[in-house]
């Protein structure tokens, strides 16, 4: 009888000890996370402060430098010292240059090529340009070549300058504008000091393309110079006159386009 005691106390006593140890098991506290600091035990009477966390970032204050007035007066001073300064320089540049332009021991070629070159509106011509900015470009080249006070030299660059601008930019309504003037002016004017001839070849020759190349979707204008060749040249019959408009019309597309 006391041996079956002894064993149901045992057994009790063994099952304590397991409910025990599978209790502090799963309900042991959790872990604090990395990177959080517990508060410490509060304290009667003293103000906690917050709880600090790697997520949270230092204020930073950032000194603002104030600019005194004498400062901005010094800058001020500066600049206008600087725009003073490079006054200076193109006075001293336009002086040295006209000089040069009237030096009868320079070469008529060298004096007008510098006196191109150095034209505001040709100067900021060529900038535009180069920076790919054609339409100012054109404005600026445009300006020198209209302008009367302007050497026979410059309007001459700026002219040629403009005409080109057309081609490349494939508007022909402005090719034929400035080629027909360009060759007025090579037709008037001596330009031997840039090895140009004078003569009317450049302009007949953009006149000849004009011709055809609004003639190119016009059947009466087709039909008008197929008539004119039959009158004014030997050899054409109807036929014939029509296939030579055409023949020139191709011709002149394919110059254009090049």
Known sequence: MDDDRNKVMLIIGLTLIAVMFIGMIFFRPAKP??????????????????????????????????????????AEAAAKAREEHHAEIRAAGAKWLEKMIEDPTISAHTRELYAARNNPNVQAG????????????????????????NRLSVRFIALRQRF?????????EDYFKWGKMLGEMLKDND???FDQKQNSEFLDRIK????YYKARNDKAMQEAIA????????????????????????????????
């Not at 790919?132 to 209209?146: I, P, V, W």
């Not at 080109?164 to 022909?172: C, D, G, P, S």
């Not at 000849?208 to 011709?211: C, K, R, S, T």
């Open 191 to 193: 330009l031997s000091f």
């Open 164 to 172: 080109f601008l057309a081609r490349t930019q494939k508007n022909m």
């Open 33 to 74: 996370k990395p990177g959080i600091v517990s508060p410490p035990p509060r304290v009667a009477g003293k103000k906690t402060e917050p709880t600090t966390t790697y997520q949270q970032k230092p204020s930073q204050q950032h000194a603002v430098r104030r600019v005194g007035p004498r400062t901005i007066r010094g």
């Open 227 to 258: 008539d004119y060749l039959l009158n004014e040249k030997k050899g054409y019959d109807k036929h014939l006159a029509m296939e030579e408009v055409l023949r020139r019309i191709r011709d002149v597309e394919e110059e254009l386009q090049g």
């Open 208 to 211: 000849y393309q004009e011709i």
């Open 126 to 149: 060529v900038y535009y340009l180069y920076n790919g900015d054609k339409l100012h470009a054109a404005e600026e080249f445009e300006k020198a070549a209209l302008d009367p006070e």
